[in-house]
């Protein structure tokens, strides 16, 4: 069977002229209180600290209130961040709608949303010191929540290998060891990711999802607050500063470094977790 041909219409100009309309205009999210926050942290002292060896992950908890923060230490390195409510692992990190709320990457003064049936904020973020590179002529730019995370299922597909470390196993195993579980009850719970420091966008001539190097130096960080009580795990990715491949040992892999802070009592004032949405989950019934 030959390929079809297809014949543009006459009109196909004028069709791809359309002017674009906002999915989801954010006007009306509720507004981020980053001058609390920001005077909040100045008073924050640290209180906890995890370090993400190269090509694993670890889990980490963050009451709400309290502020945590991920650095890249020794050398380029992207994460892969994964974040439950403490209470109930059911609300968990929704990347899909915070990417159709914010867009694909995200920065200071945005949040992590929660997946159905709450949707409310998990995390904002509060400091980002990759703020500055904004959308490059590929049209990359850092702390994308479009990738999902490199996994051994695609590696086995596109490969024929099996590998271990790569950024969904490192989370399985990292939630298994915090909740002390088997491998297979943990694994349901990791899902899509904020990709830390990764670059990417997607190709103009064919719609691919790209990474490139990372331009995350040592000492640079993101920085969150925690709307929710969470607990978070982060995978070093095996990619490296994702400048070549992933879901193998090729790259040059450093660890991240996890700080919490806690703020001074009564630095927040009165201020309250957010509400669970409040749609009747009725669906017209």
């Known amino acids: 069977m030959t390929k079809q041909e297809i014949t543009a219409p006459a009109d196909a100009a004028a069709r791809r002229a359309v002017a674009p309309v906002i999915c989801y205009p954010n006007e009306t999210l509720p507004t981020v209180a980053m001058d609390l926050y920001h005077a909040a942290r100045e008073t924050a002292q640290k209180v906890d600290e995890v370090l993400v060896p190269p090509r694993d992950a670890r889990s980490f908890t963050v009451p709400q209130g309290q502020f945590f923060r991920i650095t890249s230490v020794e050398g380029p390195q992207v994460g892969d961040l994964n974040l439950w409510n403490a209470k109930d692992l059911g609300e968990r990190f929704y990347s899909g709608k915070t990417r159709a709320l914010h867009g694909t990457h ?35 730019s850092v702390h994308d929540v479009i990738g999902t995370r490199c996994d051994p299922y695609t590696g086995k597909l596109l490969k024929g290998v099996d590998y271990h470390n790569c950024c969904h196993s490192n989370l ?40 490139k190097a990372s331009p995350v130096r040592p000492g640079d960080y993101l920085e ?4 929710i009580d969470l607990v978070g795990a982060l995978s070093a ?46 669906h017209g019934r």
Not at 119 to 132: F, S, V
Not at 224 to 227: G, K, L, N, Y
Not at 271 to 280: G, I, K, L, M
């Open 106 to 140: 995200l920065t200071a003064g945005e949040q992590m949303w929660s997946s159905f049936p709450t949707l409310r904020p998990m995390a904002t973020i509060t400091a980002d010191t990759l703020g500055w590179y904004g959308i490059d002529e590929f049209g990359g």
């Open 172 to 211: 399985t195993r990292a939630l298994a060891d915090h909740l002390g579980v088997s491998l297979a009850e943990a694994e349901p719970h990791v899902h899509d990711v904020l990709n830390v420091f990764m670059c990417t966008g997607f190709t103009r001539d064919t719609g691919q999802y790209f990474m």
């Open 224 to 227: 969150f607050f925690a709307e």
């Open 237 to 282: 990715c095996p990619g490296g500063d994702c400048s070549s491949e992933h879901t193998s040992d090729a790259a040059a892999c450093y660890p991240l470094l996890v700080e919490v802070f806690a703020p001074a009592d009564g630095a927040l004032g009165d201020r309250q977790p957010p509400a669970v949405n409040t749609y009747d989950r009725s």
